[in-house]
Nanobody, 127 residues
Framework: QVQLIESGGGLAQAGGSLRLSCAASGRTISAYPMGWFRQAPGKDREFVAAITGSGSRTYYTDSLKGRFTISRDNAENRVFLQMNTLKPEDTAAYYC????????????????????WGQGTQVTVSS
């Protein structure tokens, strides 16, 4: 069974950057599509970005294109989310997720399509 642990969250000023990391253990994640989601207080969990198992394809929610970049290092069993030009509305808990059932070459954007989740890392952006 895969376990995921996110790190890299914290407090940032508007316009700043943070890089989130998702470390996987228990099994190699190279075959698994991975995703990042976020959830702000009082709001539903929303899709942020996804990446195929090989890392050859990525996909972003429209509002974050150009500011956020998802990547992965399968040798290190890690997935990353580079967040630039942060805004106060980016404040949320950020979650890493893996789809271990099937579909390594696919892009998955709905939370229920993922079956393994990390515990989340809080990102707070001050204005």
């Amino acid at each position: 069974q895969v376990q995921l642990i996110e790190s890299g969250g914290g407090l940032a000023q508007a316009g700043g950057s943070l890089r989130l990391s998702c470390a996987a253990s228990g099994r190699t994640i190279s075959a698994y599509p991975m995703g990042w989601f976020r959830q702000a207080p009082g709001k539903d969990r929303e899709f942020v970005a996804a990446i195929t198992g090989s890392g050859s394809r990525t996909y972003y929610t429209d509002s974050l294109k150009g500011r956020f970049t998802i990547s992965r290092d399968n040798a290190e069993n890690r997935v990353f989310l580079q967040m630039n030009t942060l805004k106060p509305e980016d404040t949320a808990a950020y979650y890493c997720a893996a789809r271990t059932r099937s579909g390594g070459a696919g892009i998955w954007t709905i939370a229920t399509e993922y079956d393994v989740w990390g515990q989340g890392t809080q990102v707070t952006v001050s204005s």
